[in-house]
């Protein structure tokens, strides 16, 4: 069970420079987030899913946008990177809106 | 919004119990209390979930006053391997009205545990 896979570990971009992350769940579960955390930091919310179909807005949206075509599957995109979003983002999914969230192991972006 | 407040940090040795204690002042009615912790070049993983009273799992118990205005949780026996930082959340995921506030992580609380 691989639980929240997020795509890729690591990049480096240039300013300007647009990329999507990748974030797949096979726990079936309907609430899906992305976060950014920055050093000394807690975890700030972008954007979420409360199911397939739907996105919305969170903490820190401006300069992401974000699609949930399939359940499994949750994506962050940047359509043009700035160093201000050089960061480490996390996935993570939870089964209802009461329920614990699980994880990815984060994806460190750095915009140059 | 219930904002959470924890100490910033926080040091112990192995073998003690260590108690890290969440404000929230402001929490709602249907808020729940959780506790997740964070290792470095990781995410954060889930511990505990209350809503009041004393719960307690495998691995920490977390106990919540009548008034619901802070949590403990609860550390038994810690070792070099729960130094960590923890992170209280207060509250439901989604509000009347739209907004997703159960979801502020804060700063969280940053445990040192010595030999």
């Known amino acids: 069970n691989a639980g929240v896979t997020q795509t890729p570990k690591f990049r480096v971009l240039k300013t300007g420079q647009s990329m999507t992350l990748l974030c797949a769940q096979d726990?079936?579960?309907?609430?899906m987030y992305w976060y950014r955390q920055d050093p000394g930091m807690g975890l700030r919310l972008i954007h979420y899913s409360v199911g397939e179909g739907t996105t919305a807005k969170g903490e820190v949206p401006d300069g992401y946008n974000v699609s949930r075509l399939k359940k499994q599957n949750f994506l962050l995109g940047l359509e043009s990177a700035a160093p201000s979003q050089t960061s480490v983002y996390f996935c993570?999914?939870?089964?209802?809106?009461?329920?614990?969230?699980?994880f990815g192991d984060g994806t460190r972006l750095s915009i140059l | 919004l219930a904002k959470t407040t924890q100490p910033i940090s926080m040091d112990s040795y192995e073998g003690q119990e260590v108690n890290i204690t969440c404000s929230h002042n402001n929490i709602a009615t249907n808020d729940y209390i959780t506790w997740y912790q964070q290792f470095p070049s990781q995410g954060p993983r889930f511990i505990i979930q209350?809503?009041?009273t004393k719960v307690t799992n495998e691995v920490a118990s977390l106990f919540i006053p009548a008034d619901r205005k802070s949590s403990t949780l609860s550390l038994p026996r810690v070792s070099l391997s729960d130094t960590a930082v923890y992170y209280c959340l207060v509250g439901d995921v989604f509000k009347r009205g739209g907004g997703a506030d159960g979801l502020t992580f804060g700063k969280g609380t940053h445990l040192i545990i010595q030999p």
């Open positions: 726990m079936n579960h309907e609430y």
């Open positions: 209350g809503y009041k």
């Open positions: 993570a999914s939870s089964l209802r809106r009461d329920q614990p969230q699980h």
